[in-house]
C-alpha cells in the first residue's frame, strides 16, 4: 500500500502568499524527506527531518512532523513564481533501513502554481 | 562535485523494442537507487543496490526489466521488450553510507522513456 499520502493535490496561489502542503504515512519511519520537481526537470532535495524533530527551517521552507498522527507539513513562505513546481514527501521506512537500507516511499505529490 | 547522471534524458522506442537506462552515481556512493514515476502517478522504487550487490529488488515489476551495476560503479536498467506501460521517467538517486542513521539520496534528473 502507499507509504505517503499529500493533500491538497494541486494547489494555485499568488506570488507573496504561504503555501502549505501536508503529507501522512503509515508505517513507522526513520526520517522523512521533502523533494521539489520542476517540470521536466529531476528531483531536487529540499529537507530531511528526523523521527525525533519535530521541526525544521531552511530558508523560507518550514517543515514539521509529527509521528503520533504520522502526519508532516511542508510551509513555503512568501512564495515566488520560481517555486512553482511538484512537491513530493517520501518516507525511509524504519524496517527498510535496518533491513534493506533505506529505500525512499514516495507520495503522489502536490502540484504547486505560484501566480506573478 | 558532479551529481548523478543519467543518459539517455530520452528515449522513444517501439513496443517490443529494448532499451538500457545508464546511471552514473556520485563518486563513492555505495548506494544506488532506481525508481520511475508512471503517468504522472507516485515516484515508485524499483531496486537498490549496495556497491555491485542487488539489496533490495522488490519494486522490479517483472523479469522485462534487468539491472545490473558491474564494478559498484554505474548501473544500467534494461528494458526487454518494452511494453507501452513501461512510459514514464526513470529516476536514479545514490547516497553514502548506509550506516548512517538518516541521510539524504541525491536524484539525477531521470530519463523519458516512451514506448509507441
Known amino acids: 500500500s502507499q507509504q505517503g499520502e499529500e493533500d491538497p493535490q494541486a494547489l494555485s496561489i499568488q506570488e507573496g502568499e504561504n503555501a502549505t502542503m501536508n503529507c501522512s504515512y503509515k508505517t513507522s519511519i526513520n526520517n522523512l524527506q521533502w523533494y521539489r520537481q520542476n517540470s521536466g526537470r529531476g528531483l531536487v532535495h529540499l529537507i530531511l527531518?528526523?523521527?525525533?524533530?519535530r521541526e525544521k527551517h531552511s530558508g523560507r521552507l518550514r517543515v514539521t512532523l509529527d509521528t503520533s498522527k504520522k502526519s508532516s507539513s511542508l510551509l513555503i513562505t512568501a512564495s515566488r513564481a520560481a517555486d512553482t513546481a511538484s512537491y513530493f514527501c517520501a518516507t525511509d521506512a524504519l524496517s527498510s533501513f535496518y533491513n534493506q537500507g533505506g529505500k525512499l516511499i514516495f507520495g503522489q505529490g502536490t502540484e504547486l502554481s505560484v501566480k506573478p | 562535485e558532479a551529481g548523478v547522471t543519467q543518459f539517455p534524458s530520452h528515449s522513444v522506442i517501439e513496443k517490443g523494442q529494448t532499451v538500457t537506462l545508464r546511471c552514473d552515481p556520485i563518486?563513492?556512493?555505495?548506494?544506488l537507487y532506481w525508481y520511475r514515476r508512471v503517468m504522472g502517478k507516485e515516484i515508485k522504487f524499483l531496486l537498490h543496490?549496495?556497491?555491485?550487490?542487488?539489496?533490495?529488488e522488490s519494486g522490479m515489476p517483472n523479469n522485462r526489466f534487468l539491472a545490473e551495476r558491474t564494478g559498484g560503479t554505474y548501473s544500467t536498467l534494461k528494458v526487454q521488450p518494452a511494453e507501452l506501460e513501461d512510459s514514464g521517467v526513470y529516476f536514479c538517486?545514490?547516497?553514502?553510507?548506509?550506516?548512517?542513521?538518516?541521510?539524504?539520496?541525491?536524484f539525477g534528473p531521470g530519463t523519458r522513456l516512451t514506448v509507441t
Open positions: 563518486s563513492g556512493h555505495d548506494n
Open positions: 527531518i528526523r523521527s525525533n524533530e
Open positions: 538517486a545514490s547516497s553514502q553510507d548506509r550506516t548512517y542513521a538518516s541521510y539524504e539520496q541525491y
Open positions: 543496490f549496495v556497491k555491485e550487490s542487488k539489496q533490495d
